[in-house]
């Protein structure tokens, strides 16, 4: 089986003119990993067509140690275009495999839970924490808020208790095999899809 291409190569000419094409990809070609309608586009041109048909879920991470899977999570927020990502502690966070996506996303940080949890409180947003803890309800058999903002933490430790005893609600994704807990980044894509059934594909 061969490998899949990605990408296009330089545009004939004549090239379009609209500005939200990018000159040096029409004339050296696309490679991006990008939907088709956005060969050639510049980066801010995408980002302002998604901005436009955004679904009205956030999510945070809580970036307490340097986690690999950060990068997979914000790659999930893309795919479902989601409105905005919160970056609780740390600024710096391995983007390697976000895959470049995290260029296309809504991305605010904030110094500490205590920063987080007031600008949630200004927008509404109710938080959701996705952890495995004492007192979590089973995922399948909870109704997630319309103005969810769905808590993420690190791979193994979790969320801090800061962060636990901010949430209003903190959901669990049922499991049945031998180890104690799924990878957070698959956690992320799960939890983001069940809103997803929830508000969106069902309408």
């Given at each position: ?85 919160h970056i609780i502690g740390r ?113």
């Amino acid at each position: 089986m061969q490998d899949e291409i990605i990408g296009v190569g330089p545009h004939p000419e004549p090239w379009p003119t609209d500005p939200k094409f990018d000159r040096m990809l029409l004339q050296e070609g696309d490679k991006r990993n990008v939907l088709d309608k956005y060969h050639y586009w510049t980066v801010a041109a995408i980002k302002t067509d998604l901005d436009e048909h955004r679904i009205d879920l956030e999510i945070a991470i809580e970036n307490l140690q340097r986690d690999y899977n950060m990068g997979t999570i914000v790659r999930a927020a893309n795919a479902f275009n989601i409105k905005k990502v919160h970056i609780i502690g740390r600024k710096q966070w391995n983007k390697r495999g976000a895959m470049v996506t995290d260029l296309y996303m809504n991305i605010q940080y904030h110094d500490d839970v205590k920063t987080f949890a007031e600008a949630m409180k200004k927008t509404g947003r109710d938080m959701i924490a996705v952890d495995i803890v004492a007192g979590a309800k089973n995922l399948s058999e909870v109704k997630l808020p319309a103005n969810a903002v769905l808590v993420f933490g690190a791979e193994g430790p979790g969320l801090s208790k800061e962060m636990l005893s901010t949430v209003n609600e903190t959901v669990m994704i049922e499991q049945f095999g031998s180890t104690r807990s799924v990878n957070v980044g698959v956690a992320a894509g799960i939890t983001m899809y069940a809103w997803l059934q929830q508000h969106s594909l069902t309408r």
